[in-house]
T-cell receptor, first 113, second 113 residues
Framework: AQSVTQLGSHVSVSEGALVLLRCNYS??????LFWYVQYPNQGLQLLLK??????LVKGINGFEAEFKKSETSFHLTKPSAHMSDAAEYFC???????????FGTGTRLLVSP | NAGVTQTPKFQVLKTGQSMTLQCAQD?????MYWYRQDPGMGLRLIYY???????DKGEVPNGYNVSRLNKREFSLRLESAAPSQTSVYFC????????????FGEGSWLTVV
């Protein structure tokens, strides 16, 4: 079965610091991978997705993620955190040929001044 | 831009009561989904509908039923609510085919007492 593991339920950074949120996937076939963001009391919004084109994927709000098959990873980064980035971030996998998303447990990003 | 609309946004039920969560999308998507979100567990798929007239169980279908009323609408019914069904429920939709972005509604907060 396909799955994703997000390391760290909470990550704290200072404003202006590098953001790194980790995601590792388990899949026997090349998957589609997604990062979603959830602001308080809102639904989920797509940040970016990997669909087997470029391995470095750029998303909204300055975020990007790199697909590394050898490490089965799809970590999310942003060079400089902003206060408005404080939210919960979910990594998700959609096995090739299936539409359903399987989500990780989420990482809450805290940004301090 | 309505996107995916869910009602109600908040509901308190007594154990054993029934209720239906309504969902409608205006993006002409074939596929629709119901997820539940619980702390520390990410989002888990309850039911999905790949196209009008079809529904399939997801990861946690017990205690729920769904109806794909037409292409736009996909409802989730709790026949006899239990405290374990206290959760935030998200409806979502997407184009057919793997790798397509899944768009989420704002969520419905359900408390069963």
């Amino acid at each position: 079965a396909q799955s994703v593991t997000q390391l760290g339920s909470h990550v704290s950074v200072s404003e202006g610091a590098l953001v790194l949120l980790r995601c590792n996937y388990s899949s026997s076939v090349p998957p589609y991978l997604f990062w979603y963001v959830q602001y308080p009391n809102q639904g989920l919004q797509l940040l970016l997705k990997y669909t087997s084109a470029a391995t470095l994927v750029k998303g909204i709000n300055g975020f990007e993620a790199e697909f590394k098959k050898s490490e089965t990873s799809f970590h999310l980064t942003k060079p400089s955190a902003h206060m408005s980035d404080a939210a919960e971030y979910f990594c998700a996998v959609s096995p090739s040929g299936f539409q359903k998303l399987v989500f990780g447990t989420g990482t809450r990003l805290l940004v301090s001044p | 831009n309505a996107g995916v609309t869910q009602t109600p946004k908040f509901q308190v039920l007594k154990t054993g009561q029934s209720m239906t969560l309504q969902c409608a999308q205006d993006m002409n998507h074939n596929s629709m989904y119901w997820y539940r979100q619980d702390p520390g567990m990410g989002l888990r798929l309850i039911y999905y509908s790949a196209s009008e007239g079809t529904t399939d169980k997801g990861e946690v279908p017990n205690g729920y039923n769904v109806s794909r009323l037409n292409k736009r609408e996909f409802s989730l019914r709790l026949e006899s609510a239990a405290p374990s069904q206290t959760s935030v429920y998200f409806c979502a939709s997407s184009e057919s085919g793997s790798g397509n972005t899944i768009y989420f509604g704002e969520g419905s907060w359900l408390t069963v007492v």
